[in-house]
């Protein structure tokens, strides 16, 4: 015992300590698993149960952060947080918990943020200013916002979870919180007030119904020590001392239906002919029943995983195929929910089969005869590679593998603590039990045929114990614009019915709320919080050895042992070096080994590229032909082998790439094996055999096609996704790997070319002369494990074919992995100073908006700026840092980001689910002005006329001018409040980085992995150890001048930026419009969904991303010759002309159908003429003789008048005329504007 915790229990798994202690006086439990890492994992875990979608859980969730009773402070946690070698704290909430989270590098800050991230926890302010900006309010324009708000806004009507709705509601009939929505429907958070929340507290969050748990090297005394403050404030609460005794949540019983069902819905998608979705659920064993939920899970991979699996071969490989991907999930409950789903789900074949008669016909198949038919082999093989999967598990992600069975068996295990309410059984017995997966697999491997009949029939057939409930969901691109149009029309009714004065109300209220919660954390308890000592934590080694087959050299490169490891490989490889380059990355202890093989395709042809997606799909599902390597083997043969030895396997182009897209070094095919350490030299066999072996087969190629262009639907409606792809198009070469994983390119290519026998037997002809081509190149091998343990014949399994040149005269040069911008484009979108260049896409299927803005940045892993930028983003972007507090908080956007990517050598700002894009925008140019700023630049700014006047604007948006005089006022004292830099939020910042640079290597696969993409991206092996010295030595002078040169210049617009927009189809007319409030000004193309994949996958050739760059470029010159014509004059006059919203000029139809001609119908045209054009008055433009002068910040002709009308209220007579006389160039043109109007419009 330690103080009031008395220890429950205390056991090891995988040399992993596992202990939980409870507090004798308020029932508070404390669970460590000493997990052998640089960082500590905190969750703090408390049982919440909601029987209504008001969202009290998650809303309870955001809200627990913003002060407690001992802080009082908004934000305190996470500022106290980042100066712990965090980066600030996190949390979630699921069904049935939830849970908040902080993680450190080393243990010291944990223990220091622990009390008081248990205040937070259990003594929350709860304040209702809190509520209306975090939560939900109304905007001063009427419409709905909060940070709740809009984060499930963004989710509401997604397919995934329209469908995961309608098969919860079916599962449980009646009342029942497993059907909840916990995150809260859109329409009840609308309606939830803060006294609702508050009660929900009251009643879920109290100390024995809270769990602690922590992973990593931490002291048990010290932890319970650390907690003793927060016990101290229980046992003083009049609160808690009041609660009645713990109701156990979860404790009733769970309604089942009372028969099978089946539910269609609708869903919003761009593409109606593919991306459909089924799901087949059940309810499974109870909680406690783990043998029955280890056989039904390995019920579920028998049916789903692999090519040969009966589902996959039922509904993906036999032609016609249904869907792309099966696959099944498991939901831990006090009843487990389970269920198959089919994605990627054709609409045409789905409306003529019955899915429900076939999936119920394939698993009867399955258990008559006694479960003949059940492959048996084949089930003992997935047994055991779950099993190394398992313990590969508690290798790569050790913190999420403990915490998450701890939490599991707090919630559910009667025998967790058996002194808490309704406890029994032996303290710890379940927990240990569910830890050991493999005992509990190793008992399957004993069942006979019958034993896993009898699961099938009881779970998935029994009619009456488990009824069914099948759901289809439909894509539909109407039930996409009803959504958006019925959102639209809400909003607008609430607006008239709240009136002008209810709207500045509403306003008000936000504004009121905002300045409530800007309580500063004082000084001195920040300051309390001594930075960690990054000193003492020991991080994992890994010792790197390479072999240069060309020179014949084995070069030791970094860390404890590699002098040992080289010795070691000197010694294996005797009178003859390997031919090949490889590398090998070791860590003592580790129990697997990754083998990885990568050879270069820049020798192929485009055509050959672009067939490099469909090689990497079938990699490990085709058949083998007889060699020196092994036997022939068909593909069903190759699958059961693959699984028979894998822990894991992988075929892309690039590290981390996938079907549609490629990783680092994208100039390689790479091809990847993870196997136990005793099965080592088995990886380079069947590395070998892929490569060499394999058989192009017809039917196969066949069937990957029809997978690919089945998921091609999925691609169209992510918005997120949709507007990465654009911002690649603008960079990449057509002709690169880049290039050839353009999805829409793969599509228009599959569809036209693969889809008849005779190109897919020339596609098996051309994959035979791709391989030949590969072979004959220079390849590279990586191995990481516990090296130094593989012994003497480590390189023997690489002395062979393909590994070794059958050819005299050895292999090609080596070609080294090529960095990411080596793929750029000579014709790459490249925007001067001043300029912004883009799109903007829209789509019916998408409700948020997501934004990436970029600019060019340094490229130098060793530069001296480098830690001073880290730094820098991490102060802007730092949870409780300026963006949080003026972007997140306020409700404009429900998440950002900001990243500097040295291989693409970019800086990148980013907006994700926001409500108000362009006010985000506007508020990070604010903020990062600011604090490039120093108090004597403010007065100099103040008193300089001439060519400064522009700079005294807000960078990126509005004037000052704009508003009125007192809110200028407000303005100014909220700038003066963040100019420059704070000394402890720069402190802050650097704790941050630290942990930053720390957490992606505090696991061994980490730590290797981190070595090899060293080598990749052509980085020093001390690289790590370099950067964390180099950020603890930043100045506040050195992170200002990072922030002015790479920062500022995103929102300035003072180098060219890159931008790829995406937002909902109703609002693109409302973004188009506020976009002209950035300044310099955005110059987009606008596409819509269908639109921007026609110029993605042209019908001829292959140049998409060049169409889309084009297009892009064509807008940053200027207008079309139809639209310069137009405001030039033409002979137009008489004719109605109509406002594009586009840019704000007037033009005929015939001059608006000319510029949009190839980009949308003829229909298109008309209806946007009709319905967003309005009507310019008079129909024709003014003339103005008298004299006009260019305004250098826009380029453009004004009056005197309307540069002083325009100027009005911001600087004075004399600024102006000085100005006027001595900057603005003296021009005279035909057709003036009224300077307002002229700064609406996009500038060419």
Request: net charge negative; hydrophobic share 35%; glycine share 8%.
């Amino acid at each position: 015992a330690v103080d009031t915790f008395e220890l429950v229990f205390d056991f090891e798994y995988q040399d992993v300590s596992v202990v939980l202690y409870r507090c004798s006086k308020t029932g508070l439990r404390l669970a460590v698993a000493q997990v052998q890492s640089p960082t500590v994992h905190g969750y703090f875990a408390t049982q919440t149960e909601a029987f209504d979608d008001y969202g009290s859980p998650h809303t309870l969730e955001h809200l627990i952060f913003l002060g407690s009773e001992r802080y009082p402070y908004k934000g305190v946690l996470d500022i106290l947080a980042n100066r712990c070698l965090a980066q600030g704290t996190n949390a979630w909430t699921d069904t049935d918990h939830t849970c908040y989270t902080v993680d450190t590098a080393g243990s010291e800050g944990f223990l220091n943020i622990l009390p008081i991230y248990l205040d937070h926890v259990l003594f929350p302010t709860l304040t209702d200013s809190g509520f209306i900006t975090e939560v939900h309010h109304v905007t001063g324009e009427g419409a709905n916002a909060g940070v709740v708000y809009c984060e499930m806004q963004a989710r509401e009507n997604e397919a995934d979870d329209m469908v995961d709705r309608a098969m919860k509601l079916a599962l449980y009939p009646g009342r029942c919180s497993y059907k909840s929505e916990t995150g809260g429907r859109l329409k009840e958070l609308r309606e939830l007030t803060n006294e609702m929340v508050r009660e929900y507290h009251k009643t879920y969050y109290r100390p024995d119904n809270l769990c602690v748990i922590v992973t990593g090297q931490v002291d048990c005394a010290a932890l319970c020590k650390a907690c003793a403050p927060t016990v101290e404030s229980i046992l003083k609460s009049d609160r808690i001392k009041s609660l009645p005794p713990l109701e156990k949540p979860f404790s009733s019983p769970v309604p089942k239906p009372s028969e099978s069902a089946r539910i269609s819905i609708a869903f919003p998608a761009e593409d109606e002919e593919s991306g459909a979705k089924c799901e087949f659920a059940w309810h499974g064993p109870a909680w406690d029943d783990m043998a029955e939920i280890a056989a039904l899970q390995m019920w579920l991979v028998y049916l789903t995983q692999d090519s040969i699996a009966p589902l996959q071969k039922a509904f993906v490989e036999k032609d016609p195929a249904l869907c792309g991907e099966v696959g099944f999930g498991l939901s831990e409950q006090t009843v487990y929910l389970f269920h198959i789903s089919l994605s990627s789900v054709n609409v045409k074949e789905l409306s003529t089969r019955d899915v429900d008669e076939e999936l119920s016909s394939i698993l009867k198949d399955h258990v008559k005869d006694a479960g003949v038919c059940i492959d048996m082999k084949r089930m003992t093989s997935l047994i055991e590679q779950k099993r190394r999967q398992s313990l590969s598990d508690v290798e790569e992600s050790p913190h999420d593998f403990y915490s998450g069975e701890i939490i599991g068996s707090f919630l559910y295990a009667s025998d967790f603590a058996p002194k808490a309410a309704g406890g029994s059984g032996t303290p710890g017995a379940s927990l240990k039990a569910r830890l050991d997966r493999p005992a509990q697999l190793s008992k399957l491997l004993e069942w006979k045929a019958d034993q896993w009949v009898r699961v099938c029939e009881r779970w998935m057939l029994g009619a009456s114990s488990s009824p069914r409930v099948t759901v289809i969901g439909t894509p539909s691109k109407a039930c996409g614009k009803k959504l958006q149009s019925d959102d639209a029309s809400r909003i607008e009714a609430q607006k008239k019915a709240l009136g002008e004065k209810g709207c500045k109300e509403a306003a008000e209220a936000v504004k009121r709320a905002e300045e409530e919660n800007e309580t500063d954390t004082p000084e001195e308890l920040e300051k309390s919080f001594q930075l960690p000592d990054v000193s003492k934590i020991r991080l994992i080694d890994v010792s790197t050895v390479k072999v240069d087959g060309g020179k014949g050299t084995i070069q030791s490169v970094y860390g404890e042992d590699a002098g040992r490891l080289k010795d070691m490989l000197q010694s294996a490889s005797g009178a003859s070096i390997p031919e090949m380059s490889m590398q090998f990355d070791h860590v003592t202890g580790a129990q697997f080994v990754e083998c990885q093989v990568m050879l270069p395709v820049d020798g192929l042809s485009v055509e050959q590229l672009e067939l490099l997606p469909l090689w990497c799909d079938v990699a490990f599902e085709l058949p083998l032909a007889a060699s020196d390597l092994g036997p022939a083997m068909d593909y069903e043969s190759v699958v059961g082998a693959l699984t028979d030895i894998t822990v894991d396997k992988h075929c892309s182009v690039g590290f981390g790439g996938g079907r549609f897209g490629v990783g680092s070094a994208p100039n390689m095919l790479v091809v990847s094996m993870k196997v136990e350490k005793s099965r080592y030299t088995e990886a380079p066999l069947w590395i070998a055999r892929m490569l060499t072996d394999t058989t192009f087969d017809v039917e196969r190629l066949k069937t990957a096609v029809k997978r690919i262009l089945n998921d091609v639907p999925n691609s169209k409606r992510d918005g997120s996704g949709l507007m990465r792809l654009a911002m690649r198009a603008l960079r990449f070469r057509d002709d690169s790997t880049y290039g050839a994983f353009n999805v829409f390119r793969i599509e228009r290519l599959f569809s036209k070319s693969l889809s008849k026998p005779a190109g897919l037997q020339k596609a098996a002809q051309d994959l035979e002369s791709i391989r030949t081509a590969l072979l004959a190149a220079s390849m590279f091998a990586r191995v990481g494990g516990d090296v130094l343990s593989l012994g003497d014949g480590i390189l023997k399994p690489w002395r062979s074919a393909p590994f070794v040149s059958a050819s005299s005269e050895g292999r090609a040069p080596v070609v080294a992995p090529a960095l990411t911008r080596e793929l750029y484009a000579k014709d790459k979108v490249r925007p001067t100073k001043g300029k912004t260049l883009g799109c903007l896409l829209s789509s019916s299927a998408e409700e948020s908006n997501y934004w990436t803005v970029d600019c060019d940045c340094f490229t130098d892993p060793r530069s001296p700026e480098l830690a001073p930028l880290l730094v820098a983003i991490e102060y802007i972007t730092a949870l409780e840092g300026p963006f949080w507090r003026k972007i997140r908080g306020k409700g404009l956007s429900y998440s950002y980001s900001m990243n500097h990517f040295l291989e693409l050598g970019i800086i990148r700002f980013s907006l994700s689910k926001a409500t108000d894009p362009v006010g985000a925008f506007l508020q990070a140019a604010q903020i990062v002005s600011c604090l490039c700023m120093e108090s004597d630049d403010q007065d100099e700014a103040e008193d300089s006329a001439g060519k400064n006047v522009p700079k005294e604007k807000n960078p990126g948006g509005e004037e000052k001018g704009d508003k009125g005089d007192d809110e200028d006022d407000d303005d100014e004292e909220d700038d003066e409040d963040e100019l420059g830099l704070d000394p402890s939020s720069l402190e802050a910042a650097q704790s941050g980085v630290l942990f930053q640079l720390i957490e992606p290597i505090d696991t061994i696969p980490g730590a290797m992995g981190q070595a090899f993409d060293n080598t990749i991206v052509q980085q020093p092996p001390d690289q790590l150890q370099w950067l964390l010295k180099e950020v603890q030595g930043t100045t506040a002078d050195s992170v200002q001048a990072a922030m002015k040169s790479y920062i500022l210049p995103l929102f300035d617009g003072s180098k060219g930026r890159m931008v790829s927009l995406m937002c909902p189809a109703q609002k693109r007319s409302k973004i188009q419009a506020e976009l002209r409030k950035v300044k310099p000004a955005f110059n987009v193309v606008s596409l819509d969904v269908d639109t921007f994949v026609k110029t993605l996958s042209p019908a001829e050739g292959c140049e998409g991303y060049a169409g889309l760059r084009a297009l892009v470029s064509e807008g940053g010159k200027g207008k079309t010759a139809a639209k310069a014509k137009a405001k030039g004059g033409g002979k137009a006059s008489g004719v109605e002309r109509r406002i594009d919203p586009e840019d704000g000029i007037a033009y005929t139809f015939d001059e608006i159908s000319a510029h949009y001609t190839g980009t949308y119908s003829k229909s298109g045209i008309r209806t946007y003429w009709e319905a967003q054009c309005s009507v310019a008055k008079g129909g024709k433009a003014s003339k103005d003789n008298a004299e006009k002068r260019v305004d250098p910040e826009d380029g453009v002709a004004y009056t005197f008048d309307e540069l002083a009308a325009f100027y009005k209220g911001k600087y004075k007579q004399n600024v102006l005329q000085a100005y006027w006389d001595s900057t603005c160039t003296a021009v005279r043109i035909r057709q003036p504007r009224s300077k307002a109007k002229a700064k609406a419009a996009t500038r060419t």
